[in-house]
């Protein structure tokens, strides 16, 4: 497994951060037009993906890739996570990841 | 000053329900009957108005309550209506009469009005259902009340009957017949000159204990008068040990000068506000020729498969049942004091084509198991009150001091079950109610969050659950499942107990008395389970063992005889290893060759929800940031 270079766990809040980095972070599609699709962060807010998924896309999506905006993810994988998703506990993680326990993660 | 009522009062009432004033109101004198103080400190007043004929529900405000606490106002007394009005009941087609102001005409009445007949009868009557004064002093077999429809010659034998009666009593019985009984709903602390009469519808056993204050001994009874109202009586020490044999179950006794305080909800069994203490000075007196005076016990019964929900709580269940089969007689040695103890397991049956065994425990296990052993055969019906619900074997039902069982009962519900019994329960095959029972009950869900632990805090201590089992829930993976190890054994279709190869054919129940051609196999197995923290080894009875392996002990059987390449045994298990559980478990501590060894048993097995768990491990989370 090749851990050389860990995607962050973020949210709309996080990925500011993070710009340029590596990162993961599960959105609810909200549009998808044109290369591009729009998605509720789980906090809430709006996250711009590009790329194009090879399959269909359930409500709930992963995206890992570029941070290439404050706002958007540049999508290398796209991985289907269904169409019920507890976004608050997934929040929470990506909090605890990013706060003191950012030592497990990265 | 009358004494007597009104002739057609409640006509009268009924005829002007709302008087402008109290000029309006003429003559109404009444009988106050089934007096009845309800409420906090008894500050609601309802009583029946009778003028002989008829009669109507009626309140006094609780103005007035004072009149009847001090004694002015008591059942069967005579009031004259000064004022009142007469609502409606919504949605009924009866009405209910508010008495604003009344005086007292006349005390008490040695009985009930009832214009027909003239004779004089004692207080002892019975409440009908229907609008008829019916009164019978007839005895007769069944234990409930029983109602006639012509009025006037019942009445006449009745008092033939009590005629007779009083005549050969010996007087000191006689005396009480002309005692003034007040109901069980009437008494309260801060009145003290009462007499009830009630029967003992429950006796407890006399137990010792010892407190900072020095050793004891008490029991309890649980007493039921005519209009179903139940109390609760306690004895201690000397008043235990005067009372203790005088006070038989199902007998009538006049009891006074026994004192009342609020009852401690946390051991009340008996609806009451109210629990009652004898003490030397209490008076008790057996009533005699009183076999149908008061009901009988009463039941309130749970059908067999509905006893899930039940498992392992505070509450205890009646049921009632046509019996299998009766055990012999088992002697077991209880843990706290070492004492041998009589135990009897029998097996009942009902509509709901479940069967469940109850554990009779003590005297009932020696005396009624005994005729239920003997009359086993002409399969009677035996109700049983008070039962625990217990987990052994999913639903098993025991017996504690204070549980009654009644064979053959006259009741609805018994003569249902015999006709049942008798048209098509005979003959149709039940199954044990733990077969097949929802994964939902109290021990699956809800406490699969509560005393969560890891694996590590059960082997790091040794010692726990020396005394009595402890529980806690853990979440874990089957680590591994050793193939060659007694997973099953052979069991009774009917009470899942261990069968053994009976000379010919089929197997022998011992439980159950009799051989059968067909049994189970049902799951006994050890399973390695691994959490974060470490290792543990498990027990697992049969419908938890199947949730873990995926399929039933005759299944995996069929599998592991299967000759050929594909080890489908092998493979089976190998699927149910790795995969994650929730489990409920208590660890005990057993004894082999005098080394003492902890022992972990799996109570239920639920599936993982990912979901819950992470909100579960998020609180868990904040909660070490707390303490830290």
């Known amino acids: 497994m090749d851990t050389s270079n860990p995607a962050v766990f973020v949210n709309a809040e996080l990925l500011r951060l993070y710009v340029g980095r590596r990162v993961r972070a599960v959105i609810q599609v909200l549009r ?10 789980t906090d809430d807010n709006q996250i711009l993906v590009k790329g194009s ?18 706002k958007s993810i540049h999508a290398e994988i796209w991985t289907n996570f269904g169409d019920t998703f507890e976004t608050h506990t997934y929040n929470q ?8 326990f950012k030592h497990m993660f990265l | 000053m009358a004494k007597s009522v009104s002739a057609d009062a409640i006509s009268t009432i009924l005829a002007n329900p709302s008087p402008e004033s109290s000029a309006d109101v003429p003559e109404i004198v009444v009988q106050v009957v089934d007096l009845k103080a309800t409420g906090t400190g008894g500050s609601r007043i309802m009583f029946s108005a009778s003028d002989g004929k008829r009669k109507l529900r009626a309140i006094l405000p609780a103005s007035m309550s004072s009149e009847v606490m001090s004694g002015k106002i008591q059942n069967l007394g005579l009031i004259r209506i000064l004022d ?11 009405k209910y009469l508010i008495v604003t102001n009344c005086e007292v005409v006349s005390p008490p009445l040695e009985s009930e009005i009832v214009s027909e007949v003239k004779s004089e009868e004692t207080g002892i009557f019975l409440k009908p259902k229907q609008e008829s004064e019916i009164k019978s002093e007839v005895k007769s077999e069944a234990p409930g009340i029983v109602l006639r429809p012509k009025q006037e010659m019942v009445a006449k034998s009745a008092a033939q009957i009590v005629h007779e009666q009083r005549e050969n009593m010996a007087p000191a019985a006689r005396m009480s017949m002309t005692r003034r009984v007040f109901p069980l709903v009437s008494l309260n602390p801060y009145q003290g000159s009462w007499t009830i009469k009630v029967r003992v519808t429950s006796k407890g056993n006399m137990r010792t204990y010892k407190n900072a204050r020095g050793e004891g ?23 235990a040990k005067k009372f203790y044999d005088r006070f038989q179950l199902g007998k009538v006794y006049y009891i006074s000068k026994g004192s009342l305080k609020l009852a401690n909800k946390q051991f009340k ?14 008076e008790v007196e057996e009533a005699r020729n009183e076999e149908t005076f008061v009901p009988e016990t009463k039941f309130d019964f749970v059908q067999i498969d509905e006893l899930g929900p039940y498992v392992n709580a505070k509450e205890l269940v009646d049921v009632i049942g046509v019996v299998q089969n009766v055990s012999p007689t ?21 509509e709901t084509k479940k069967t469940v065994v109850v554990s009779l425990w003590n005297e009932l296990a020696t005396n009624i198991g005994q005729e239920l052993l003997d009359t086993a055969n002409q399969s009677p019906i035996v109700a049983i009150k008070s039962l625990r619900v217990g987990d052994f074997q999913g639903v098993s039902l025991s017996t504690i001091g204070r549980s009654t069982v009644i064979v053959n009962p006259d009741i609805p519900e018994a003569k249902k079950l015999r006709s049942w019994y008798d048209s098509e329960g005979k003959e149709s095959s039940m199954a044990s109610v733990s077969a097949g029972m929802s994964p939902s009950t109290k021990s699956g869900s809800r406490s699969m969050y509560s005393d969560r632990i890891s694996l590590s805090h059960v082997t790091s201590n040794p010692s726990l659950g020396e005394d009595k089992p402890v529980f806690f829930s853990i979440r874990g993976y089957i680590s591994f499942i050793k193939p060659d190890q007694t997973m099953w054994y052979r069991a009774c279709k009917t009470c899942n107990k261990k069968v053994t190869e009976a000379l010919g054919a089929g197997y022998w129940c011992e439980g159950c008395q009799k051989n059968e051609e067909e049994c189970n196999l049902r799951y006994i197995m050890v399973v390695k389970v691994s959490d974060a923290s470490g290792e543990a080894y498990l027990s697992a009875f ?3 063992a199947e949730k873990i392996v995926g399929c039933s002990a005759d299944e995996l059987e069929k599998l592991k005889s299967q000759v050929g390449e594909e080890n489908s045994f092998q493979t089976k298990l190998k699927e149910a290893t790795w995969n994650s559980h929730l489990f409920r478990i208590s660890v005990a501590q057993n004894e082999y060759n005098h080394e003492k060894r902890q022992r972990i048993t799996v109570r239920a097995v639920a599936p993982v929800d990912f979901a819950a768990e992470s909100r579960f491990l998020l609180e868990e989370i904040s909660k070490m940031r707390v303490s830290k």
């Open chain 1, 32 to 41: 998808s037009d044109g290369g591009v699709v729009t998605g509720k962060s």
């Open chain 2, 217 to 239: 001994c008490v029991f309890n009874i649980e007493l039921t008068d005519e209009d179903g109202t139940q109390i609760q009586a306690t004895m201690f020490n000397e008043a």
């Open chain 2, 269 to 282: 069994t008996v609806k009451n506000d109210y629990e009652m203490t004898l003490n030397e000075n209490s």
């Open chain 2, 542 to 544: 049969n419908e938890d």
């Open chain 2, 84 to 94: 009142y009005t007469l609502n409606d009941i919504p949605n009924k087609p009866d």
């Open chain 1, 93 to 100: 993680l990506c909090q605890l990841a990013n706060g003191e």
């Open chain 1, 53 to 70: 998924p090879t399959s269909p896309l359930s409500k709930f999506v992963e995206v890992v890739g570029i941070a290439d905006g404050e």
């Open chain 2, 330 to 350: 088992m002697s077991i040695r209880r843990k706290s004091d070492n004492e041998n103890i009589p135990k009897r397991d029998i097996t009942i049956a009902d």
